[in-house]
């Protein structure tokens, strides 16, 4: 089955396009501030048995797809061979037209994987599936390897506050190490007080990373925080991400959430409406906390999630049962940020929505509080998780080039626990050349390569150097 699918110019769609994904974009390092890889895979440079350990485990993406075509759960979560659950992925991607799995799947076969003459279906899976296993026991695929081939420069993982980072001490010491790794600081469980038991066997883990006696002084919890906030900050961190399906719309004080606090360690489960006043006050807290380290905090909004309670129980979270929210955005977005901005603690703050109904509420609030301090203080996110498709992404860039300024724009991201995924770079990266070069086609934009191929260089590498503050060299010319 001859495949010429998946070509050099694939998306780009006249000549100007072309010229800026070749000259201006096409090798320029990756710069991946947001991901969710195992830092213990890139320490030991794992090397995956086969393809579905590389491609299919954990991917909530693929489940959700092949429930849909009537796979049955065990050969997604389920305890079937790895070659029985590759199998059933190759009889769904055939199904998936239109869907951006199919051009994910594709492209991932085709760089790093080199599979570029067939597309995967039931008749090529075993060929793809002998042929990628014997590359995954070569030096050049393994963790570093496919990062190396993917001209990965630097990779965030997401880390939670009472991680060791072992890992990512290993990783600083490696002499042979070519990619830095660095930690993110994700404290989302340090605010789960609506469900007493696990939170009370969190903190207890906290005070031992912090070496700090907490009890049920909540001044001690946030000293606890800070610690490992300042241990993170040791060890190469400079982002923080919070995800919430909504930020909390009350009014609240400190001596507010100390008693909240003090009921939950006590076992008591809390009223919704003390959850919501609670993770109000910490995250005002922490993104406090976030500034004076001159930290990027994200804020992820948006994901209703684990609604499927029948799976949620039988596989737990990232199952693929996690949905858009339609939770009210703009007046809690507003009364957060201006909190932070009227003492002057405001962060660089990137935000993501997950409701695309929500883009235009987000890009405009963020306009209210850039200051002049940084081009780009304040970032309209990437589109992610269901919105990181062709029609996601060209409507982010479309409601940023609208509402605020593209030009300071930081880029993509993974947001993936697969080591394939940095095809999703390659991906954005040919979707803005082919909405910038149709615009210069048609007038919208000079017809200056120099001019607008600037532009891509700057989103696609050099904003991402310099908002981070991560030391970077210079993008090649």
Same mark, same amino acid.
């Given at each position: 089955?001859?495949?010429?699918?998946?070509?050099?110019?694939?998306?780009?769609?006249?000549?100007?396009?072309?010229?800026?994904?070749?000259?201006?974009?096409?090798?320029?390092?990756?710069?991946?501030?947001?991901?969710?890889?195992?830092?213990?895979?890139?320490?030991?440079?794992?090397?995956?048995?086969?393809?579905?350990?590389?491609?299919?485990?954990?991917?909530?993406?693929?489940?959700?797809?092949?429930?849909?075509?009537?796979?049955?759960?065990?050969?997604?979560?389920?305890?079937?061979?790895?070659?029985?659950?590759?199998?059933?992925?190759?009889?769904?991607?055939?199904?998936?037209?239109?869907?951006?799995?199919?051009?994910?799947?594709?492209?991932?076969?085709?760089?790093?994987?080199?599979?570029?003459?067939?597309?995967?279906?039931?008749?090529?899976?075993?060929?793809?599936?002998?042929?990628?296993?014997?590359?995954?026991?070569?030096?050049?695929?393994?963790?570093?390897?496919?990062?190396?081939?993917?001209?990965?420069?630097?990779?965030?993982?997401?880390?939670?506050?009472?991680?060791?980072?072992?890992?990512?001490?290993?990783?600083?010491?490696?002499?042979?190490?070519?990619?830095?790794?660095?930690?993110?600081?994700?404290?989302?469980?340090?605010?789960?007080?609506?469900?007493?038991?696990?939170?009370?066997?969190?903190? *207890? $883990?906290?005070?031992?990373?912090?070496?700090?006696?907490?009890?049920?002084?909540? =001044?001690?919890? %946030? &000293? +606890? #925080? *800070? $610690?490992?906030?300042?241990?993170?900050?040791?060890?190469?961190?400079?982002?923080? =991400?919070?995800? %919430? &399906? +909504? #930020?909390?719309?009350?009014?609240?004080?400190?001596?507010?959430?100390?008693?909240?606090?003090?009921?939950?360690?006590?076992?008591?489960?809390?009223?919704?409406?003390?959850?919501?006043?609670?993770?109000?006050?910490?995250?005002?807290?922490?993104?406090?906390?976030?500034?004076?380290?001159?930290?990027?905090?994200?804020?992820?909004?948006?994901?209703?999630?684990?609604?499927?309670?029948?799976?949620?129980?039988?596989?737990?979270?990232?199952?693929?049962?996690?949905?858009?929210?339609?939770?009210?955005?703009?007046?809690?977005?507003?009364?957060?940020?201006?909190?932070?901005?009227?003492?002057?603690?405001?962060?660089?703050?990137?935000?993501?929505?997950?409701?695309?109904?929500?883009?235009?509420?987000?890009?405009?609030?963020?306009?209210?509080?850039?200051?002049?301090?940084?081009?780009?203080?304040?970032?309209?996110?990437?589109?992610?998780?269901?919105?990181?498709?062709?029609?996601?992404?060209?409507?982010?860039?479309?409601?940023?080039?609208?509402?605020?300024?593209?030009?300071?724009?930081?880029?993509?991201?993974?947001?993936?626990?697969?080591?394939?995924?940095?095809?999703?770079?390659?991906?954005?990266?040919?979707?803005?050349?082919?909405?910038?070069?149709?615009?210069?086609?048609?007038?919208?934009?000079?017809?200056?390569?120099?001019?607008?191929?600037?532009?891509?260089?700057?989103?696609?590498?050099?904003?991402?150097?310099?908002?981070?503050?991560?030391?970077?060299?210079?993008?090649?010319?």
């Amino acid at each position: 089955m001859n495949n010429a699918f998946i070509t050099e110019h694939f998306l780009l769609q006249n000549t100007q396009a072309v010229k800026l994904y070749e000259d201006f974009a096409r090798h320029l390092p990756i710069i991946d501030y947001h991901s969710h890889l195992s830092p213990a895979d890139i320490a030991a440079d794992r090397r995956f048995e086969n393809l579905t350990r590389l491609w299919l485990s954990g991917d909530h993406y693929k489940w959700r797809a092949m429930r849909a075509v009537g796979v049955a759960e065990h050969y997604c979560t389920g305890d079937a061979s790895d070659w029985e659950k590759f199998q059933k992925w190759a009889e769904t991607v055939p199904q998936l037209l239109r869907n951006p799995l199919y051009h994910w799947t594709h492209l991932e076969l085709k760089h790093p994987l080199g599979i570029a003459d067939r597309l995967l279906c039931p008749e090529t899976a075993a060929s793809i599936w002998e042929e990628c296993n014997a590359k995954l026991a070569l030096p050049e695929f393994s963790a570093r390897g496919i990062m190396r081939q993917m001209n990965v420069l630097l990779v965030c993982t997401t880390d939670d506050p009472i991680d060791t980072l072992e890992h990512h001490w290993a990783l600083a010491a490696d002499p042979t190490k070519d990619i830095r790794v660095l930690p993110t600081f994700r404290p989302d469980r340090a605010s789960a007080v609506e469900t007493p038991d696990a939170f009370n066997a969190w903190v *207890e $883990r906290l005070a031992e990373a912090a070496n700090l006696d907490i009890g049920d002084d909540f =001044d001690r919890y %946030l &000293e +606890a #925080l *800070e $610690r490992r906030h300042d241990y993170f900050h040791a060890h190469g961190c400079r982002l923080a =991400d919070h995800s %919430l &399906e +909504a #930020l909390p719309d009350v009014d609240y004080s400190l001596a507010d959430a100390a008693s909240i606090w003090r009921k939950v360690r006590a076992g008591k489960t809390p009223a919704s409406a003390e959850v919501a006043l609670f993770r109000a006050a910490l995250l005002h807290e922490l993104a406090v906390m976030n500034y004076r380290k001159g930290w990027v905090q994200q804020l992820h909004l948006g994901a209703l999630r684990n609604n499927n309670s029948r799976l949620f129980k039988a596989y737990g979270p990232d199952a693929g049962c996690d949905s858009i929210g339609d939770a009210p955005l703009a007046r809690p977005l507003a009364r957060f940020l201006d909190r932070l901005d009227r003492k002057n603690r405001l962060s660089k703050t990137i935000v993501y929505n997950l409701n695309p109904a929500q883009n235009e509420v987000v890009a405009a609030m963020l306009g209210n509080f850039q200051d002049g301090s940084t081009p780009g203080k304040m970032q309209y996110g990437s589109a992610w998780w269901f919105l990181d498709q062709k029609n996601g992404i060209e409507k982010q860039l479309e409601t940023l080039s609208n509402l605020g300024v593209l030009s300071t724009f930081v880029g993509m991201l993974t947001d993936s626990r697969s080591f394939l995924s940095f095809s999703r770079h390659d991906y954005f990266r040919r979707i803005l050349c082919n909405l910038l070069g149709q615009e210069m086609e048609q007038g919208l934009l000079p017809d200056d390569l120099d001019m607008v191929g600037g532009l891509v260089r700057a989103i696609c590498y050099e904003n991402a150097a310099r908002y981070f503050g991560f030391d970077l060299p210079a993008a090649p010319v």
